[in-house]
Structure formats: C-alpha cells, structure tokens
C-alpha cells in the first residue's frame, strides 16, 4: 500500500521513532519536518542504508501559521495526498501559575501549531485518512508548575474528540496518544533540570525516578511508534476519537 505519511517533530525523539518506524516500508513516502533540520538532516543521512522509503526533509515551525501556510501551499503542488498525519512536535516548559509568556509559548507550539498542520494538512487528506496527535497523560492529569502543557495537552485531547466527529463520514479517523516517560531529548531535559534543583546527578535522579514507576523503567520511543502503526494501519479503521494512554501504568498508580 503506497502511502504518504508527514510527522512533525521527526528529528528527534517520538518523532524520530516513528519516522523510523515508517521508511522502513519502500512504498511509503515521508514528509517530515522539525525547527532542527541539522539534527533531522543528520539522522537521515546516517541512517541511508536502513532508510527505504522516499524521505524529505524541511525546516519548519509548526507555530508559525503564515509559514506553515506557504509550506502546504507549495506541498499541494507536489503531491495529491497525505495520506497520515503524526503531531509528533512539542515543547515542555515548566512555569510559574502567572507565567503569562510561558503560558502563550506552549499554547502557540503544542495546541495552535498542532491545529495550524491539521486543518491546513487537511485539504490534501483523502478519504479513510489517519491523524495521530501525541498529547501527554497530562492530557488527562495535572502536574505542578505544568499549567500550560497540561492545559495544552488536555486542549489536543478536546480537539481529536471533536474533529473525529467532523471527519467520521469520510473514514478519516482522528486519535490522540497519551504517553508518560518516554526515553526521549524532552523527559532527559526534564531530569536534568530536576537533577539540577535537587543537587543530584543524572544518573541518580534517573534511578530515583524509575524507582517510582511501576515498571521500573522508561518507556522506549519505539514503542509508541508501533502504537502509531496500529492506528496508521487499516485495521483501525474503526479507532477514532479515542485516546490511548502508554505510560508504564504509571496514570493509575498511587
Ligand atoms: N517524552 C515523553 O515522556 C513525552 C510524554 C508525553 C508526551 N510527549 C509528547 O510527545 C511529543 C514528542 O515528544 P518527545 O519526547 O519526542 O520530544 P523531543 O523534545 O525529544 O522532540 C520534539 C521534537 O519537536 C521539535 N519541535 C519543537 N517545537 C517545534 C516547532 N515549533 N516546530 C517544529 N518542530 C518543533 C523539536 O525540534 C524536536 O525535534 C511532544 O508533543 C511531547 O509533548 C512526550
Ligand atoms: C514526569 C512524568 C510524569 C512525565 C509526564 C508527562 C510527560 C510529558 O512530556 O507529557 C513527560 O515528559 C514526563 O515528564
């Protein structure tokens, strides 16, 4: 099946992964885009000999709407369809609850650059078309100091439910992932910046860390790509609206 599949956020992390995942097919053709085209140009050089599918690889900012407009403008000329959509782009900042400026910076990137790439990708999605958006499980729970990611990853779980409504008579299917401690550039930040405040080091608030989960590890981005696989393939056809959490169990645990 000959499918073009375009993932924001490709050059590192869960994007990565799933571009990974994808250029592993021949018949695939991948558009995949990120803020760092070194890294993302890096990673597709060095990884040639695996790469099978037809890559291309473009600079952009999901958060710049004029941008991203002029991009998808110029897309539409070279191609009929995008046939998979994967949100993987996001920022993770935490903040002080006033913090006015942080609030508008991870509002613009996570929910307005997801919405700017799916209403704009939109236009070019044929019938029985996939949209995978990667919210958090905390777009579904609170964190301290988080009020702006989790309010931006609760607002990608509101937007799959209602846009999985709108698109449904066509067979597009809109579904969001919910993923917790990933092994990825942003959870490694994070632990460094936590390492820092507590005068610890990297590998001790990684121990600590995995102490408190309860399976005793991080979760590999590998696995939410195969997850992103599943809802790609034409057996989800019947999946929309939803949200699949892959957290190690760790929402549910006390
Ligand atoms: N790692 C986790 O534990 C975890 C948990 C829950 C949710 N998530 C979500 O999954 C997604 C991927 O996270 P990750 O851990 O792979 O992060 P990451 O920081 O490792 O990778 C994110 C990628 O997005 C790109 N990006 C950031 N802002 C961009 C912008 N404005 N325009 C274009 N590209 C941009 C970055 O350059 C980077 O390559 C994010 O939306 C994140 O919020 C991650
Ligand atoms: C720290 C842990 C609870 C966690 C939750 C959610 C994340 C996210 O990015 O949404 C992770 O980065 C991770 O920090």
């Known amino acids: ?3 073009t599949i375009l993932i924001t956020g490709a050059a590192k992390g869960i994007g990565r992964a799933v571009a990974e995942d994808f250029a592993s097919d021949a018949e695939n053709r991948l558009i995949l885009l990120d803020m760092d085209l070194p890294e993302l140009q890096r990673w597709v050089d060095e990884r040639q000999e695996q790469i099978k599918a037809r890559v291309e690889t473009h600079w952009a900012n999901i958060a710049d709407l ?6 998808f403008k110029t897309l539409g000329t070279q191609l009929d369809y995008v046939d998979v959509l994967v949100n993987s782009a996001g920022i993770c900042n935490e903040n002080e609850p006033e913090d006015l400026k942080n609030w508008h910076q991870v509002i613009s990137v996570n929910l307005n650059g997801t ?3 799916t209403s704009l990708c939109l236009a070019l999605m044929p019938d029985r078309g996939r949209i995978i958006n990667m919210s958090s499980i905390l777009g579904r729970a609170g964190k301290v100091r988080n009020t702006a990611y989790c309010a931006s990853k609760h607002g990608i779980v509101g937007m799959t439910k209602a846009l ?3 698109l449904a008579p066509r067979q597009i299917t809109v579904n969001a992932i919910l993923p917790a401690w990933i092994d990825t550039p ?6 460094a910046t936590q390492a820092a405040i507590a005068g610890l080091t990297q590998e001790q608030i990684v121990r600590n860390a995995k102490k408190k989960l ?4 991080f979760i590999q981005s590998e696995e ?3 997850m992103v696989r599943y809802l790609a393939s034409p057996e989800a056809g ?3 609206a939803q949200s699949l959490v892959i957290d190690g169990g760790v929402g549910l645990g006390m």
């Open 1 to 3: 099946m000959s499918r």
């Open 66 to 71: 004029p941008a991203m407009e002029a991009f």
């Open 115 to 117: 919405f700017y790439v």
């Open 164 to 166: 999985a409504l709108d």
């Open 186 to 191: 942003m959870l490694q930040g994070e632990l």
């Open 214 to 217: 309860p399976m005793r590890r």
């Open 224 to 226: 939410v790509a195969a």
């Open 238 to 240: 019947g999946v929309t």
